[in-house]
């Protein structure tokens, strides 16, 4: 007699995969199990939304490392008025492209399949976000930019490893995200115990109120948040 057949851990994966709140709140999001992709923890999901609460309308999110996509389109189920998803591995960038159809938001999002350390260094040249005019600012590697006159909501949620092997060029992209986004962005990083906020720009705050990053502990994930 033949054994019954197991599902593939990627469907239960899946399946717990959902927009938590807002206009998609209870929708179903592709993730096909990649090890690649580490789809940040509902709790976490839920924690950081938390910390942004109404922060996210009328903002444009920016997910540097989109993996799903769950947390920019996350932002847009809660208000955002557009999104721009990075995903250098092509296998996933056509996972965050499903996930974007499935929700009907690619009349207001723009899917990069690029490093996010190149676009940093590329694309989001001082030049560039100078730029004022009627006439769309075009990257210069035709990628299309985020509006620098419309306050970003940032994403930068790599694998954590990143953090510990490519320190140098993590410090790097947030610095020069957080130099080049409008004044009243909003960036949330996560990393894990291994990293220290306090190498970022503004250093951590000590108390709640305080200039600095507000450094909250999800175990294992580590998140910081800072306003511009």
């Not at 769950?70 to 847009?76: D, K």
């Not at 030049?127 to 299309?144: G, H, I, L, N």
């Not at 909003?186 to 720009?201: M, S, T």
């Not at 108390?207 to 175990?219: H, N, P």
Request: proline share 7%.
């Amino acid at each position: 007699m033949s054994k019954p057949r197991r599902k593939p851990a990627s469907t239960a994966i899946s399946s717990d995969l959902r927009i938590i709140g807002g206009t998609f709140g209870g929708r179903k999001l592709c993730y096909h199990g990649d090890p690649l992709t580490r789809p940040m923890k509902h709790r976490v999901r839920e924690a950081i939304f938390n910390l942004v609460s109404t922060e996210c309308t009328g903002r444009h999110a920016i997910d540097l490392f989109a993996g799903t996509g769950a947390l920019g389109l996350e932002a847009l189920s809660r208000g955002a008025v557009g999104a721009t998803f990075i995903e250098k591995h092509v296998p996933t960038a056509r996972v965050v492209a499903e996930n974007m159809a499935s929700l009907e938001v690619d009349d207001r999002s723009s899917l990069l399949t690029t490093s996010a350390f190149l676009w940093a260094k590329r694309d989001l040249a001082p030049e560039a976000a100078a730029v004022k005019s009627d006439k769309p600012v075009v990257a210069s590697s035709s990628f299309p930019l985020p509006p620098f006159d419309t306050p970003w909501l940032v994403f930068c949620s790599p694998p954590y490893a990143f953090f510990v092997e490519r320190q140098e060029e993590m410090l790097a992209l947030i610095g020069t995200v957080i130099d080049r986004a409008p004044q009243g962005s909003i960036f949330l990083v996560e990393a894990d115990g291994r990293f220290n906020f306090q190498q970022l720009p503004g250093g951590v705050a000590e108390e709640k109120g305080q200039a600095g990053w507000d450094v909250r502990t999800y175990s294992p994930a580590v998140v910081g948040v800072w306003r511009k």
